[in-house]
């Protein structure tokens, strides 16, 4: 008696398990890099409304989880906020927009400008204070990204630095929490994506983006690839994309999700 | 239903519940060892506390794994936040178990109970808009070991007190009433008496709150300022092994998501160890 429940058990639980598979023909699994995600939930929403009986399914991770998990098959879709490495030509990147990454400085800082060998001594620990680059006299705070974000990779390799030569006084996750130290910190410098800086600025947070090279960091200077800390947002899949998976990044990268990119304040490609 | 039917039912449903209990605690253990094999295979355990740095994003041969600067982060601050709770904890349980008259006592205990409700990324988002930037304007940058600690202290402050209280309330009426008729004062009984008969369960219950100090993430994670170092003072930036694998998890792959495992390990080893000292510390005074 007992056993047969067991078995009937274990038989409804094999068919729980087994029913996404089933329904994978209109479920798409995207998952990867926080700077990309809200963007493609809100093209995910816009794809929904559209196409009732599709389920997109976002989520976010970082750009080493998008290559990671296209690669291993448990996404559909990856999500990567920077160019493929030589290393992930097994994959195949389709750019749906453009960001950037500002040095971002407190309002209340009055330093208006800072050359890259400067950002490159104040993050390796050869300038320490803000009087030797016309600041205040007052020891620098170096926010710094945790090890693996795409945002620090790219941050590195502009500048030429090594992981290792970093001398931070704050490590932080996300944007956002990198944002609110800076806003609490008028000694503070971070680097976060032009896209969230330039919301948060107009939004009244203390905090203004420094030009790099004599540039603006604007969405312009993004988009025409003037401004030179900028990377694609790309979509990567492993091998060419079909059915649903195909229709969804021929959407992404339509006219008709230009104002979404916009509003995420990234910059659309044509 | 006979009683005895009850009784013989009882056992084995019992029996299972403690078994399935035990069961995940071994398998999480498992999964712990199966997920950090190819960072201990392909590092060794000697990197771990030898390595120059922690720059795992580079692969095993490259990178660098010293997780020891995470370990002394993690105890540090738990121990920082013990040092601060554990006194304030034994005051506000003496408060309530000897000195408030009934009503404030059941009052301050419902309050104690509450403040141990109060989620975690609450006391961390405190911290960060209210603790740190007055720490900065101390010594900056701010984020740093005290703050960690601070924030851990009022986390575990409950705990303590809640621990501490129904340790006081289990020692017998009879030696209150005895130190009474001995002609001795409140403070007197309280302190030389009740307090030590309950030093057990007091030590217990610090200890437990250290554990779980240890095992906390988000709060500290937005306060301690994440930077992998031995701190030289409290005002350093620490990272813990919490902070640590909560950072790097989501970006992490290969020997360094590995590596994060084996974080998880070395955090496993010293929680263990510490219920292990918590309940040595309630035997012995069981004992005595």
């Known amino acids: 008696m007992k056993t047969v429940q067991l078995l009937m058990l274990a038989v409804c639980l094999l068919c729980a398990t087994s029913s996404p598979a089933v329904l994978a023909k209109e479920k798409l699994v ?3 890099s926080s700077t990309v995600a809200p963007l493609v939930s809100e093209i995910a929403r816009a794809y929904e409304a559209r196409h009732p009986g599709a389920r997109i399914d976002v989520q976010t991770g970082g750009s080493s989880r998008g290559i990671a998990d296209a690669r291993a098959g448990l996404a559909d879709i990856g999500m990567v906020s920077r160019a493929l490495k030589p290393d992930e030509a097994d994959l195949l990147a389709a750019t749906i927009a453009r960001d950037g990454i500002a040095v971002i400085l407190h309002a209340n800082n009055p330093v208006q400008r800072l050359s890259d060998t400067q950002i490159a001594q104040i993050y390796t620990g050869a300038i320490r204070n803000w009087k030797d680059v016309g600041g205040r006299t007052a020891p620098i705070t170096v926010i710094h990204k945790a090890e693996g974000r795409s945002t620090l990779e790219l941050f590195l390799a502009y500048f030429k630095l090594a992981a290792e030569r970093i001398k931070p006084s704050v490590v932080i996750g996300d944007n956002q929490q990198g944002i609110k130290t800076l806003a609490g910190n008028p000694d503070g410098i971070a680097y976060v994506s032009i896209g969230s800086a330039e919301v948060e600025a107009e939004a009244g947070t203390p905090i203004k983006l420094l030009p790099l090279a004599g540039i603006a960091p604007t969405t312009a200077s993004v988009k025409d690839g003037r401004f030179p800390l900028s990377r694609p947002l790309n979509l990567v899949t492993r091998g060419t994309p079909t059915g649903l998976g195909k229709a969804f990044i021929d959407f992404a990268r339509s006219k008709a999700v230009h104002h979404l990119v916009l509003e995420q304040a990234f910059v659309p490609v044509d | 239903m006979s009683p005895s039917t009850r009784d013989r039912l009882a056992t084995p449903l019992l029996a299972t519940a403690a078994v399935v209990a035990t069961a995940v605690l071994l398998l999480i253990v498992a999964f712990l060892l199966r997920e950090s094999q190819p960072a201990l295979e392909a590092v060794g355990l000697a990197r771990f506390a030898f390595d120059p740095s922690w720059h795992p994003a580079a692969a095993a041969e490259a990178g660098h794994f010293n997780l020891m600067p995470m370990v002394a982060g993690s105890l540090l601050a738990a121990l920082g936040a013990v040092l601060i709770a554990a006194p304030l904890g034994l005051l506000c349980a003496v408060f309530c178990a000897d000195y408030a008259p009934r009503p404030l006592a059941s009052t301050f205990r419902a309050v104690l109970h509450l403040l141990a409700g109060v989620p975690s990324v609450v006391y961390g988002l405190w911290g960060l808009v209210v603790l740190v930037p007055m720490i900065r304007a101390l010594a900056p940058p701010g984020p740093s070991l005290l703050a960690a600690s601070l924030i851990l202290a009022l986390m575990i402050l409950p705990t303590v007190a809640v621990l501490a209280d129904a340790a006081l309330a289990a020692v017998p009426r009879e030696l209150r009433q ?8 409140r403070g007197r009984t309280v ?8 030093r057990g369960g007091i030590a217990g219950g610090v200890l437990l709150a250290g554990g779980r100090a240890i095992g906390e993430t988000l709060a500290v994670l937005m306060v301690c300022g994440n930077v992998v170092q031995v701190p030289d003072s409290v005002f350093d930036p620490v990272r813990t092994l919490t902070a640590n694998i909560a950072l790097e998890m989501a970006y992490a ?10 974080s998880g390990l070395a955090l496993a080893a010293v929680v263990s160890l510490l219920v292990w000292a918590a309940q040595g510390l309630e035997r012995s005074a069981a004992h005595a």
């Not at chain 2, 005895?178 to 004062?185: D, R, V, W």
């Not at chain 2, 302190?191 to 309950?198: L, M, N, Y």
Request: net charge neutral.
């Open chain 2, 191 to 198: 302190w030389s008496v009740v307090v030590p008969t309950a």
């Open chain 2, 178 to 185: 005895a130190a009474a008729a001995l002609g001795l004062s």
């Open chain 2, 253 to 262: 792959t290969g020997d360094h998501r590995a590596a994060l495992f084996v």
């Open chain 1, 30 to 32: 995207v998952t990867g």
